[in-house]
């Protein structure tokens, strides 16, 4: 053929040179779309051959060169050649890509490498094989299979923009002959030719190997040797499997075995190899000692390891084993060298050396953390991998080994203490972050970290001849740590922290292609390597190939029993590294299926069973299957995943709540569909297309400790494309029913439409790709319905992202005759579906506003369809009847359901007939709860309205969560009466999960929810806010979300199977909780009298009974024995409150600053103080003790510049702060680090969370502010001894107080016993919040007085109360209206009233009324009246609010209260009595006595409306906004005012709000007791005046 291109070709491709000469265009500013093809198809054996003209050095990657089936006539170009498929087989680097997916790494020449002038060539060979030739040298079979008719394919990619043709013919006999040479002599190592994997002229010697193995166990004999032709094989699969009969199984056991036995012999010596010389001969006899000048034979070249050789090299014998060990020199030849990498014998202060230099170990590992640096004792070669393995660890510092490359000769370094303190040429990988002469330039390079690393962890290193430094974990590469490294640097280990123990690893040298991981080390157990009985090159087709599992097995795992049984030896220490894979590949049809033998009760999660297209023999097992990202399909727990990710959330039988004895398997069908079996039962299809050769895979994770596989597996069959009937299931089937009578057989048939995907034995449906596609998910019942047999579904998955849902109906096609369409709705014949409200026939509508509507209902709703004999069709709803939907219909119809739109996935329910609450899922009925009945006489049910994921049983006495961890909220029946106990029973826990049960009461009534009974329900109990919810969640308590109370009892997150929690309402309206019937006291106050008792089965508890009745129970009855003291946490039985609400403090540490600090920090007083000195920043520090758990620390802020902007932030650090370098400002710390910053929460410099706690900017002076870390690792804000609740969660232990000293603060004192806090028993004062819960309530003294002490208010420098300031100010209001003493002005912003530890709402008055606080308001105090001042008579009154105007302001301070006639158009309105609420406009002069008035003018009443929060009072139309311009910034501002007011009791009217609103104002208050009336002029006090500025 012409040595042309082709005309057609990437659009920046420039063709010249009679089309000969490719080159693209605009090279520099682009790296791709330069894809050229040749002018012809390729003739067999003719090697395209093109040179490379010119490189640029701007891009990384090179010319790519192929072949593909696609006509270049017709192609649309992709921008690279990787982009190309339909049968395209490309070259890229030292890849080989098979239409863009990778088939083979690490192939021939890397083609980045090559420079101009450089020749590359591409062949198909008649065989059908592709060959790549680099400068004339055959690189080998890259791939085989290939059909005739190909075009060459030439990548101008990246760093080359020009080739020319030099030629199309087949090679010179010149280069065969070549060629020929060189795989006989073994003269190029560097184009030694790869065919199926190993390279041409290997082979031969590890045939001989495999001889020279067994002659070593004396079983010469029982090993066969392969014919003399094989020794140097051209086509080694080719030729070998015709004549030999050797299957590909017993193929890489020969291999496998023959590589073992090598590194045996190395471990013994090598002598007998006869491939070593003395270490000092230079090996000048025959061919067959080429390269062989090792020391003592040794494979790696480590002579002082391996001992002393024959030193026989002057003759080799010419028996297969001579030769082979002659060949194996020579492959290795390029390696072996004397000058093995070892430690040198110089090294940190703290090294003991040891095996020869090539282990090394910190001494006193528990007294010391550093000085552990050890070095190589001579540079790294290029491409050259240093690779250790950590031996020991210990489980006390922080921090762990650190690993890296140095320029520093250690004979002339004076080793630091760690190597990170070394400024110059260093590069150190340190936890998953680089760094680059002690600093940071990589913060997560990879995603293993050193510091988690275990013991028998490798950790490798490669000095690339590139200059890139590449890392590798356990044989994986990383990726590139660093671009560009000096050419001599020295491997560099510090045994740092944890890290005690490490051992350099050699035997990665023999073989790079078979030694990516540690797999074959890990071979080397006292089973591999035994002489076997001889393999017979012609395969006894009588001898059994029992599936058996694979030595090679997860680093935690061991296989026992003659392969038959794996088990994690330790498996109370270790919950992973327990994979473990078939030591064949499965059979087409052939189950792999394994009995569970032994359990363990003390971790989360249990065994997981798969299948992967990675060999055992060559795969770096990963600690838990799921992570492996490629040729894997899992399924774990009751899902499927397929590369790490989940393709199916709810396949079928939950693998984690299997027990010992229970089998689970797994088949690959014909079909190459995948199937799953749980205790012999079928799960249904949880993937397609699987490739043919795969292994079975076993996870022995979690609780799942051993596991044997079961011979003569005997199964029920799986379901074929056939009509005969329905899917047979076996009795024990998760999803079968006992006695059921074939009314329960009705499945999902396993035709469907091409999106839909069937699962858990054919009871599930769901559309695959939810979000990307909406229709082509039709799927149909597997037989026809019988009259008045009722076909029932209920929704299980909603997405929110298409318009239209579910449509369901039936049709009288059978599915096999089906040609499944987009949607159901396109099929015009013998097909009845509603859709939306509309009944539709054969497509066409046929009646709108059917007595339902499908696009209505959610998650959990019923949806059924009967035919009646009489043919009508009848739809249900929840299990009602909707009533005729259309008539006529035939005898036979199959139900048909449309996962369409927003719809994604159902099951089919256990209903027959219209029945309530019958959900019957695989989660529910692999459970045998047993419905335990309530005392006699009970009343006590659960409400049919509930979360998503709860199933109630027993007629409503059980409720059972069936998936997920939240969702589960329930609540009792009926309202409870005062002091009615509502009590349930655990029965039924989930260790996978955190958390437990939440119960508390709530105002929300059930009833009032949508009819659909999941719509407007929380996740969980503390997230709902729709009406007033108090709850006790683990041993707090919450109202509406909010912290209230802290430690209240013994935590429920204790609880467990048999316990029982009870809730009641009590008289004095509190709210009590009772575990195992001990009363826990009451929990919370001020409890709404209309309540229900609620419950979320959340995190661990999955089921729950009542156990309580009506009838009022005695107090004094006999109590089940109380949870025990050991199930509390620490501190929880001393319940006592502690003065300024701190916690419970024991073993108190003595805290102080550490002296490693930011540059601008000055310490004093015995480490107690810190001031920053200069600038603004620089200003980090750290305590030098970690912050035990339960122990408050606590700062104060001593003084504050207000030349600066912003200030202080604090949290904690996760690692040891001995040796941080401190960077300018706290936000610039990325690991293990969280910070409180403004208003916000910080992890890792990432915002987790806003709006928490006080705006610190804005502490004053004084301020005393703390961190906590409680009992469950969660974090706590302290502001002058008030919590701020929990910032942050799991956070780890040891932990460092952090404080930044940023801006304007710039000293702090840490506060000891000696020190006085702001709030504490050292001083009288007390916050408004203290104050006000001590008001009168039954009988309880009220406080004198609810003002707080000056000291309290903590915003001295509030800029908003400052700016409300000066908008009074504006209002030239004489100044004798007002308190003197202005520290009774409060301001209510965010950050002043979480400063204080307001709550929102408070009583006040006798009898006690709520009122709000009125946050986001400025209270200024107004001057109280003398009398009223003395006789004190106004603090028994209610706290109330009223909006106003800005122009009534002066006339109501002038009258001293509220009058009639003010502007407001809210305070004051004449009511005519035969009108309540008809308000009319009021005027000017209506004020009372005048005389003259007429009769009806004395018929008008005044009335002043008031209301108990501001969220009502101050909206706009009540308190109208005015605009004004700050004088001190210019800006303008909108402001609004208001009065706070105390109203006397009886005085007033308490009714609804007229604004006609229908959403809740106040989640207090209901919209029809928002609003108070008071005509009596006397009946109001005004106490403050209240500014809003927006």
């Known amino acids: 053929m012409a040595a042309e291109l082709h005309p057609c070709s990437g659009k920046l491709i420039g063709l010249s040179n009679s089309n000969r000469t490719a080159q693209r265009n605009q090279p520099v500013q682009e790296f791709n779309n330069g894809l050229v093809l040749s002018r012809e198809p390729l003739k067999d054996r003719d090697v395209f051959t093109v040179r490379i003209d010119k490189k640029v050095n701007s891009w990384s990657g090179s010319i790519e060169i192929g072949v593909t089936s696609l006509d270049p006539a017709g192609l649309d170009f992709p921008s690279s050649a990787t982009g190309l498929k339909g049968g395209s087989w490309i070259v890229s680097g030292c890849s080989v890509l098979c239409d863009g997916r990778s088939v083979l790494e690490e192939y021939g020449r890397d083609l980045d490498q090559l420079s101009e002038g450089d020749r590359v060539g591409i062949q198909r060979s008649a065989h059908g094989e592709l060959h790549l030739w680099v400068n004339g040298q055959d690189c080998g079979a890259a791939a085989s299979g290939l059909p005739t008719g190909l075009w060459a394919v030439v990548d101008l990619y990246g760093k080359c923009t020009q080739v020319t043709v030099m030629s199309c013919e087949p090679p010179s006999l010149a280069e065969r002959d070549t060629e020929r040479e060189t795989v006989e002599e073994h003269e190029q190592e560097d184009e030694e030719v790869v065919v199926c994997g190993v390279r041409e002229g290997e082979f031969g010697g590890l045939t001989s190997a495999v001889n020279l193995a067994a002659a070593t166990n004396g079983t010469l004999e029982e090993v066969p040797e392969l014919p003399p032709t094989h020794n140097r094989p051209d086509k080694f699969p080719n030729n070998l499997e015709p004549e030999t009969g050797l299957t590909e199984h017993q193929l890489f056991d020969v291999l496998n075995n023959a590589i073992v036995s090598l590194y045996r012999s190395e471990d013994n010596g090598g002598g007998d190899l006869g491939v070593g010389g003395t270490g000092t001969d230079s090996g000048t006899g025959s061919r067959g000692d080429r390269g062989s000048s090792s020391g003592g034979g040794s494979i790696n070249g480590n002579s002082s390891d391996s001992g002393g050789g024959t030193g026989n090299t002057g003759s080799v014998s010419n028996s297969p084993a001579g030769g082979g060990g002659a060949r194996l020199g020579a492959v290795t030849g390029g390696m072996l060298t004397n000058d093995a990498l070892l430690f040198h014998e110089k090294c940190g202060t703290l090294i003991k050396l040891s095996n020869n230099n090539k282990t090394a170990e910190r001494r006193r590992p528990l007294d010391e953390f550093n000085n552990g640096v050890v070095m190589t004792n001579r540079p790294l070669r290029h491409n050259e991998m240093f690779e250790i393995r950590i031996d020991k660890l210990v489980d006390k510092w922080s921090g762990s080994i650190e690993i890296g490359v140095t320029t520093h000769n250690p004979n002339n370094l004076d080793y630091p203490a760690t190597m990170t303190n070394l400024r110059s040429g260093t590069i150190m990988m340190s936890g998953c972050g680089i760094l680059t002469n002690g600093k940071g330039t990589r913060r997560e390079y990879c995603e293993f970290s050193l510091d988690e690393l275990q013991e028998g962890d490798h950790i490798g290193l490669m000095h690339k001849a590139s200059g890139a430094l590449h890392f590798y974990i356990n044989g994986i590469d990383q990726g590139v740590a660093a671009a560009q490294t000096p050419a001599v640097v020295y491997g560099v280990v510090d045994l740092y922290g944890m890290a005690v123990k490490v051992t350099i690893v050699h035997n990665h040298n023999h073989s790079d292609r078979l030694r990516r991981n540690n797999a074959i080390m890990r071979a080397l157990s006292p089973d591999v390597g035994r002489p076997r009985p001889a393999l017979s090159l012609t395969p006894d087709p009588d001898a059994p190939d029992r599936l058996l599992f694979h030595s090679n097995c997860g680093q935690k795992a061991a296989i026992i029993s003659e392969g038959r049984t794996a088990l994690r030896p330790h498996a109370t220490d270790d919950f992973n590294h327990g994979v473990v894979l078939s030591g064949r590949p499965l059979r087409s049809n052939e189950v792999f299926q394994v009995r569970i033998d032994k359990m363990v009760d003390k971790w989360a999660g249990s065994i997981e069973i798969g299948v992967t297209t990675h060999n055992p023999a060559y795969l770096q097992l990963p600690s838990t299957m799921t992570n492996l990202r490629s040729g894997t399909w899992m399924m774990t727990g009751n899902g499927v995943m397929h590369n790490g990710t989940t393709i199916l959330d709810e396949y079928g039988h939950n693998l984690d709540r299997l027990k010992a004895g229970d089998t689970v398997g797994v088949v690959r069908k014909e079909d190459g569909s995948l199937h799953f079996f749980v205790n012999g039962v079928a799960q249904g299809p949880a993937a397609w297309n699987v490739p043919p050769s795969i292994y079975a895979v076993v996870d022995l994770y979690g609780q799942a400790a051993q596991a044997t596989i079961m011979d003569d597996v005997d199964l029920p069959p799986l379901p074929e494309d056939s009509s005969e009937g329905p899917t047979v299931m076996s009795p024990s089937s998760p999803c079968s029913v006992a006695g059921g009578n074939g009314a329960n057989d009705l499945r999902f048939h396993q035709l469907h439409g091409t999106n839909a995907v069937i699962t858990n034995g054919g009871r599930t449906a769901l559309r695959q790709n939810c979000r990307s596609e909406f229709n082509d998910a039709i799927v149909i019942s597997n037989r026809c319905l019988r009259d008045g047999e009722l076909f029932e579904i209920v929704i299980q998955k909603m997405v929110d992202r298409w318009s239209g849902s579910i449509e369901a109906g039936v049709t009288a096609i059978r599915p096999e005759e089906l040609e499944f369409p987009n949607t159901m709705t396109d099929i015009d014949y013998d097909t009845w579906m509603l859709s939306g409200t509309a009944i539709m026939q054969d497509g066409n509508t046929m009646r709108n506003n059917y007595g339902c509507d499908l696009d209505t209902l959610t998650t959990g709703s019923r949806i059924g369809m009967m035919r009646s004999a009489t043919g009508d069709l009848h739809y249900y709803i929840n299990g009602v009847d909707q009533g005729v939907a259309c008539t006529g219909l035939p005898p036979e119809v199959y139900a048909v359901i449309d996962l369409y739109g927003q719809c994604v996935q159902v099951s089919i329910t256990s209903s027959s007939g219209p029945q309530d609450n019958s959900l019957c899922t695989s989660n529910i009925t692999e459970k045998s709860f047993s419905i335990h009945s309530p005392v006699a006489g009970v009343a006590h049910r659960l409400h049919s309205k509930h979360g998503k994921n709860v ?559 501001m969220r009502y009072s101050g909206l706009e139309m009540f308190a109208p906004k005015v605009q004004f311009r700050d004088p001190r910034s210019h800006c303008c501002h909108q402001a609004q005012v208001g009065f706070q007011v105390c109203v006397r009791p009886g005085s007033y009217k308490v009714g609804p709000q007229t604004l006609g609103a229908s959403e809740p104002l106040d989640p207090r208050f209901s919209n029809t007791e928002i609003e108070w009336i008071t005509k009596d002029q006397g009946g109001t006090l005004l106490y403050g005046l209240l500014i809003r500025v927006e």
């Not at 319940?1135 to 540059?1159: I, Q």
């Not at 000066?1366 to 409060?1386: C, H, I, Q, S, V």
């Open 951 to 1509: 199933v109630l049983l027993g007629e409503g006495c059980q409720a059972v969560r069936v998936g997920g961890y939240a969702h589960g909220i329930v609540f009792s029946a009926k309202e409870l009466k005062t002091d009615e106990l509502f009590e349930v029973k655990i029965d039924e826990v989930d260790d996978q999960w955190s958390g437990s049960l939440h119960m508390g009461l709530t105002t929300l009534a059930p009833p009032e929810l949508p009819s659909c009974p999941m719509s407007g329900l929380s996740p969980s109990l503390t997230q709902l806010r729709c009406k007033v919810t108090w709850l006790l969640a683990g041993s707090e308590v919450r109202r509406n979300g909010l912290l209230q109370r802290q430690n209240y009892g013994a935590s429920l997150d204790r609880l467990t199977v048999g316990n029982r929690v009870g809730v009641k309402r009590c008289s004095d309206d509190t709210m009590h909780v009772l575990i195992d019937g001990e009363d826990m006291g009451p929990a919370a106050t001020a409890v709404a009298k209309n309540v229900y008792a609620v419950l979320d089965l959340y995190g661990r508890v999955t089921a729950v009974s009542i156990v309580s009745s009506s009838v009022l129970e005695d107090a004094g009855s006999v109590k089940a024995p109380s949870l025990s003291s050991d199930s509390c946490s620490e501190g929880e039985e001393d319940r006592t409150p502690v003065e300024g609400g701190e916690p419970a403090l024991v073993h108190n540490t003595v805290m102080a600053f550490l002296e490693n600090h930011g540059k601008n920090i000055q310490l004093s007083h015995q480490n107690l103080t810190a001031a920053r000195v200069s600038s603004y920043n620089q200003g980090l520090l750290v305590t030098a003790q970690p912050l035990p758990r339960q122990q408050l620390f606590q700062f104060q802020i001593d003084r504050l510049n207000a030349s600066w902007t912003s200030s202080l932030s604090l949290g904690v650090i996760g690692h040891s702060p001995d040796r941080l370098n401190f960077p300018s400002t706290a936000c610039c710390l990325k690991r293990s680090v969280w910070l409180l910053q403004r208003d916000s929460v910080f992890h890792n410099s990432l915002k987790i969370c806003e709006n928490y706690g006080p705006n610190l900017d804005t502490c004053p002076e004084g301020t005393v502010l703390g961190l906590l870390v409680d009992g469950n690792s969660c974090l706590h804000l302290y502001v002058n001894g008030m919590d701020q609740g929990v910032a942050a969660q799991d956070i780890p232990t040891p932990c460092y107080p952090l404080i930044d000293l940023y801006g304007q603060c710039e000293q702090v004192t840490i506060v000891t016993n000696t020190v006085s806090t702001v709030g504490g028993e050292s001083g009288e004062a007390r916050c408004q919040g203290d104050m006000e819960k001590a008001d009168m309530v039954d009988g309880i003294k009220e406080s004198v007085c609810w003002t707080p002490h000056p000291e309290v208010n903590p915003n001295k420098t509030c800029e908003y109360q400052a700016l409300c300031s000066r908008f009074k100010d504006l209002l030239t209001l004489p100044d004798g209206y007002f308190n003197e003493d202005a520290k009774y002005n409060l301001c209510y912003c965010e950050s002043c009233h979480k400063l204080r530890g307001d709550e929102s709402y408070y009583k006040r008055g006798e009898p006690p009324r709520d009122y709000a606080l009125p946050f986001g308001w400025c209270r200024f105090a107004l001057r109280i009246k003398p009398h009223c001042e003395v006789s004190n008579s106004f603090k028994k009154w209610h706290i109330a609010y009223h909006g106003t105007s800005v122009g009534a302001l002066r006339r109501t301070l002038d009258h001293a209260q509220l009058l009639s006639g003010t502007s407001s158009i809210f305070s004051v309105s004449p009511v005519k009595t035969e009108g309540p609420n008809g308000y009319s406009e009021p005027e000017e002069n209506s004020s009372n006595s005048l005389p003259g008035r007429d009769r009806e003018r004395d018929r008008e009443v005044p009335r002043v409306q008031l209301s108990p929060t």
